[in-house]
């Protein structure tokens, strides 16, 4: 008798046998890191939400929803550029694939650009981590660091597409693989979701 | 159905469905930013909407609707218990608002 048959003794075949939930093991490892990078994001969200609760003197410093309504449209499309790319993947056309999923590549890249110009901007007003000249000084705080959080998720995502773009228009790479990191740009866009009214149109200047 | 199965019986039209209905979500979330309405109001208001807008992305984006029926109820029971449990501390914050001492003096 094997190590492994010694290991495995006593479980019904139904616990051993197949990956668990029917899923390939590799979603299944994305999955629950999309499951506790929710918590991450909203323990930031929840402890800032409790400390805008708590401070009277809340800031309010954003004059105009230009920038991230267009930030929130090319991070949407994008979702959709990786869906095609996905489709296409799945069809088996390679180059089609490839090409979507560089196209979502560059819309995170636009976005992220945006991101850092709309923190220059703040920036250049007198907004720093722990001082502003509109109220608390932990708005900064927050702020910085919860589309910190979310700039560096869209930066990894970016690279992570690029790098499995370019393995799957090498044959290393296949559409299973396009779709786990779907999975992960998906999420990202998610978030995004909660971080623009709780952080940005909860703090227009009305 | 796998997941797989799903996304090629289902055509590009439902993901333009999606698609386009997240986009007026979004767009519902600006204009509740500009109406006349008490923050706390709006603040349940919008967060309706981002419930909505996360719901239609994981069942549909993410394709948790065509995974197996014990998957979707894990990762849903999981996820929304552990975010209700990270609400216990509301009641310190409005104590911080009043500015009353804290509740273990």
Known sequence: MSQADLTMEGHSPGLTVGPAFSIPTKKLAMWLFIIADTMTFAACLVAYGFLRNGTPNWPRPFHSITNVALMTFILLSSSLTMLIGLRSARAGDKAGAFRWIMITAALGIVFALLHIREWLGLIDEGMRLFKNPWGTGLFGASFFSITGLHLTHVTCGVIALIAVGVRYKGGRYNADDIEILGLYWHFVDLVWMFVVPLVYLLNLAH | ?105
């Open chain 2, 1 to 105: 159905m796998t997941t797989v199965e799903a996304q090629k019986s289902s055509g590009i039209g439902k993901d333009l469905i999606v698609y386009v209905c997240l986009l007026a979500l979004a767009g519902l979330q600006f204009v509740i930013a500009y109406q006349n309405i008490d923050a706390s109001q709006m603040f349940w208001r919008m967060l309706t909407v981002a419930c909505v807008e996360a719901g239609l992305a994981v069942l549909f984006f993410m394709h948790l609707w065509s995974e197996k029926r014990i998957f979707l109820w894990f990762v849903g029971i999981f996820t929304i218990s552990v975010l209700l449990g990270m609400q216990y501390g509301w009641t310190d914050s409005f104590r911080m608002l009043v500015g009353a001492a804290p509740f273990s003096k």
